[in-house]
């Protein structure tokens, strides 16, 4: 505007005085057209680019994830490793002035304590919430009656704990202890991920080494992958590399497939989330705190395969006279686990009893957090005198309370090479902050067409299921929408 005015017969002065720009700088642009805006040296991203981390960073912020400084640090270098192959790793000066030059859409604000039970409490607003999206992504991607497209993932650690028998002891013997048991403390994590039709992908094995002995890797699952951590756990580099082999695994498989899994931070990558959309996948995050309760792999499928795991390991301790399991005999344990407990029956159970396929909104009521009275409430209750005795039945209905739940919900959608758009990324937010997110923003818009329709191939039974669900249509389903940003 500066330039503007000054070459419409302003003077240098007075455009200096009004925009604050040196005289002499609004001169040497004019008579150097070449030159470019902006002091100091030029940022490693570009404006276009920093653009779309900003929008990127807003919708992290929707969908529930905590940006604090290291992880904006982190995805930023991440972002600039993607497009320009360069490993730098930007630091917090570089985070401080990519806030100010942004200071009109992002700021850094200090969190404010909430209480456990707000914050960890599977309540029946996050239930119902959870239910109303997942219902409205399964019937807006044509996915109600596609059950093998419909999968989870989960990471868990298997222990060389030992189950504890039943023995037959003297009458005068009190207590039995086990013998044979290990420590219970030495983990090796399997991420193992299903469909709702049953099938079962080969597991991605991870020890806790510096690095991987061939050896470990022969007689597990077919097309079994392993890795190794410092720690044992699942790493972002380690996600991402299943994530590409999950890509392979379902190559077939018609599009668009849905993803569920819980919100690990390793989980949510820009590599991760480019290529979800260059493959039509959606991932879906489950709230925080209520995977007990929701995730179709930890309902059912786990809690058998734990105690299928600790006989396994009684047995190999017993034939071996071993305290601990070899790694190289780990694989052959976990074929094992995976012919005895990991059964496509086993499976399909765990996405019914979540409700997830066959449809069931009215799932898991059973699980939600029953939430005690606040003191102040409490003082508040008739208090019990010698004359009027208080029946305990009088305020049984009014025991306990349920805390409103703000929640939200949102896509992410991105631009690829070709220019097509996709969205790919929803959540389930419990956080009482998320309401102050702006959704009024000109760039986020209601769209519920997330995918192109795809072929419907299902049996009878599965059909009779999915209509009879068809016609519930949620009054509160508004509360819940799909938010689509415009990206580069």
């Not at 991605?204 to 991987?212: N, R």
């Not at 997830?356 to 409490?378: C, G, N, T, Y």
């Not at 349920?402 to 996709?422: I, V």
């Not at 969205?423 to 959704?439: D, K, Q």
Request: charged share 20%; net charge positive; hydrophobic share 35%.
């Amino acid at each position: 505007k500066a330039l503007e005015e000054y070459k419409n017969g302003a003077t240098s002065s007075e455009v200096s005085l009004k925009y604050g720009v040196p005289a002499s700088t609004v001169r040497n642009h004019n008579s150097n057209s070449q030159m470019t805006f902006g002091s100091g040296r030029p940022t490693v991203l570009k404006i276009d680019q920093e653009q779309y981390l900003v929008e990127l960073l807003k919708n992290l912020e929707i969908i529930g994830l905590r940006l604090m400084k290291t992880v904006v640090m982190k995805l930023a270098s991440e972002y600039v490793k993607l497009i320009t192959g360069k490993s730098i790793d930007l630091g917090r000066k570089w985070l401080k002035n990519f806030l100010n030059r942004w200071k009109g859409e992002l700021k850094m604000i200090k969190e404010k304590k909430i209480e456990a039970s707000r914050r960890n409490g599977f309540t029946e607003d996050i239930r119902t919430g959870w239910f109303e999206k997942l219902e409205l992504i399964l019937r807006s991607n044509n996915l109600i009656a596609r059950p093998h497209a419909i999968y989870n993932c989960d990471e868990s650690g298997f222990s060389d704990e030992t189950a504890c028998e039943m023995v037959i002891v003297s009458h005068e013997t009190k207590q039995a202890y086990e013998q044979s048991g290990g420590s219970g403390k030495n983990f090796t994590t399997s991420l193992i991920c299903g469909n709702a039709a049953g099938e079962i992908l080969p597991p991605f094995i991870i020890y806790s080494a510096k690095a991987l002995n061939l050896q470990w890797t022969f007689g597990g699952p077919s097309g079994s992958s392993f890795a190794v951590s410092d720690s044992g756990w699942i790493t972002t580099s380690l996600f991402i590399e299943w994530f590409k082999s999950f890509i392979e695994h379902t190559k077939n498989v018609s599009k668009p497939l849905l993803l569920i899994m819980d919100n690990h931070s390793c989980h949510i990558s820009i590599e991760v989330i480019e290529l979800a959309q260059q493959n039509q996948i959606i991932l879906l995050l489950l709230p925080p705190s209520c995977t007990h309760a929701l995730q179709p792999l930890d309902t059912v499928t786990f809690s058998s395969a734990k105690q299928s795991w600790k006989r396994i390991v009684t047995r190999y301790f017993l034939r071996t006279g071993r305290k601990t399991i070899r790694k190289i005999d780990l694989p052959v344990l976990f074929k094992e686990l995976y012919s005895l407990a990991l059964t496509p029956k086993q499976v399909v159970a765990g996405f019914l009893r979540a409700g997830v396929w066959p449809f069931d909104s009215s799932a898991m009521k059973e699980k939600v957090a029953r939430q005690p009275l606040a003191a102040k409430q409490l003082n508040q209750l008739p208090q019990a005198t010698r004359d009027s005795p208080v029946a305990t039945s009088s305020f049984q209905s009014s025991s306990f309370i349920s805390y409103d739940q703000n929640t939200s919900t949102t896509t992410l959608g991105f631009t690829n090479n070709n220019g097509n758009q996709s969205r790919y990324v929803l959540n389930e937010l419990n956080s009482a902050s998320t309401r102050a997110t702006t959704v009024n923003n000109s760039s986020l818009t209601t769209n519920f067409n997330t995918f192109p329709s795809s072929d419907q191939t299902t049996t009878s039974n599965q059909l009779k299921t999915t209509n009879e669900n068809s016609t519930r249509q949620s009054s509160s389903m508004n509360s819940y929408d799909l938010l689509q940003c415009d990206t580069i």
